[in-house]
């Protein structure tokens, strides 16, 4: 097999398997070989294999050099050639193993690069397919379709697509479709012109310029409404945007990253959505699995969660009993709900070290009360909105938090079920 070996000061350091299709080396924590060292930048290069050979691609400001050349684009590589990035030395070989001196790489084991991909932490099947559908759509512009219920990650996936991509020193825009007013939406998303409208005193560029040469993430596409879609999918086609009120087109070059917690097949069979847009959109899609189908999640993401929020210096940790409860739990509000379940848990356990099931307070969306009766869930969940806004006194932010899902995502269901902003009194 061959090996990578890793030189310092001309002195071996570390040897490793070329026994992945791709590989990325770089200072981020998302990189499969990671180097600590000012000179290298995040995503520094990328390794792949190609009919029995190894091609390389430099991803970095500071440069990649095979045989003392700086490379500008995808190079073939032989055995034996040099390859320098910032201070090291990366020779292809299959020499034996040489000493370990020191641990200046630090090499992750199989394990530790599977649980993690920036921000999103998992080791289920499903989380690793993710994984690697995100590395293999973020070596080309690729429209993506990020699908999965509320609270699953979809932005955190659209980031690290991004993060992973050639854009990734660029803009990244996050948008939500489904928080924004109909009349606001198409000003927002390509902008106006001065007087297009009552109120527009001065030019406004929108996303789309904003995200000029990034990655643009519309989250919640479903709920754009029907006659701006034809706009949005002029302008994936032709890379143009015309403000509001404006006379001419821009060019824009941006990456496209969409995300929905609805079913647009069923939303375009029932005319709801555009199916040429459908199209346009769904070119790769990544299905993200909501937590309770993934039980195998809640402890990785339970340790980060609890590292992540813990304002003490105290390592705290949750009793057998406490996980049994957060692993019966439905959890639909996915990993934002585990979130927020965490946090109030942290809160509530004053300065002990162990949280216990008692300190878990979890809400239950489609948990109906004897005055219910034989609603359908749709009615369950409307009822549930109401009650959680009558019990935080309207406040949407505390609902929102109760019923553990986003603030946008109350907002989307108040309208959809046509809960009027002061029916919870």
């Known amino acids: 097999m061959v090996h990578l070996v890793f030189f310092k000061d001309g002195q071996p350091i570390l040897k490793r398997p070329l026994d992945h299709q791709q590989m990325t080396i770089g200072r981020d924590a998302s990189c499969d070989i990671q180097l600590t060292h000012p000179e290298i930048s995040r995503q520094h290069c990328l390794l792949e294999k190609q009919n029995g050979s190894f091609a390389i691609t430099d991803l970095s400001r500071n440069g990649t050099y095979v045989n003392e050349k700086r490379i500008r684009n995808q190079t073939l590589l032989e055995l034996n050639d040099a390859v320098q990035v910032g ?27 599977e649980e993690q991909l920036g921000q999103m932490i998992g080791t289920s099947s499903s989380m690793k397919e993710v994984f690697d559908l995100i590395r293999k759509a973020s070596q080309s512009d690729v429209t993506v379709c990020l699908i999965g219920e509320s609270g699953t990650g979809k932005e955190l996936a659209a980031r690290s697509v991004h ?38 005193s001065d030019r406004h560029q929108g996303v789309f310029e904003e995200a000029n040469h990034g990655t643009l993430f519309l989250d919640e596409i479903g709920e754009m409404p029907f006659d701006l879609q034809t706009r949005l999918l ?78 003490t210096t105290n390592p705290i940790s949750f009793s057998e009993e406490a996980m049994c409860k957060l692993k019966a739990h439905e959890w639909k509000g996915n990993v934002r709900e585990l979130k927020n379940v965490i946090q109030r848990a942290l809160l509530m356990i004053n300065e002990a070290t ?7 307070e979890l809400t239950n969306l489609t948990e109906t009360s004897p005055q219910v009766g034989e609603l359908k869930l749709g009615e369950q969940e409307k009822m549930s909105i109401i009650e959680a806004l009558r019990k935080m006194r309207g406040n949407h932010s505390k609902a929102a938090r109760h019923l553990g899902v986003a603030r946008t995502t109350l907002a989307s269901k108040m309208k959809r079920y046509q809960i009027a902003p002061r029916s919870w009194k």
């Open 87 to 113: 201070p090291w030395s990366l020779l292809f070989s299959v020499e034996e193993n040489p000493p370990q001196e020191e641990t200046i790489v630090k090499d992750k084991s199989r394990q530790k690069k």
């Open 163 to 200: 993060d992973l991509s050639s854009r990734r020193d660029r803009p990244f825009v996050a948008v939500n479709c489904g928080a924004i007013p109909e009349n606001l939406i198409e000003s927002l998303l390509f902008g106006h012109e001065k007087g297009s409208f009552t109120g527009a």
């Open 234 to 311: 002029r302008v994936l086609e032709t890379q143009t945007i015309r403000r509001v009120g404006g006379r001419v087109d821009t060019k824009v070059n941006v990456r496209l990253v969409a995300a929905t917690n609805r079913d647009l097949k069923q939303l375009t069979v029932k005319e709801l959505f555009r199916q040429d847009l459908f199209y346009r959109l769904y070119i790769f899609p990544i299905h993200l699995s909501p937590l309770r189908e993934r039980q195998e999640d809640i402890a990785c993401l339970t340790k980060h969660f609890l590292k992540m929020l813990n304002a």
């Open 354 to 360: 162990v949280i216990d099931a008692e300190n878990i």
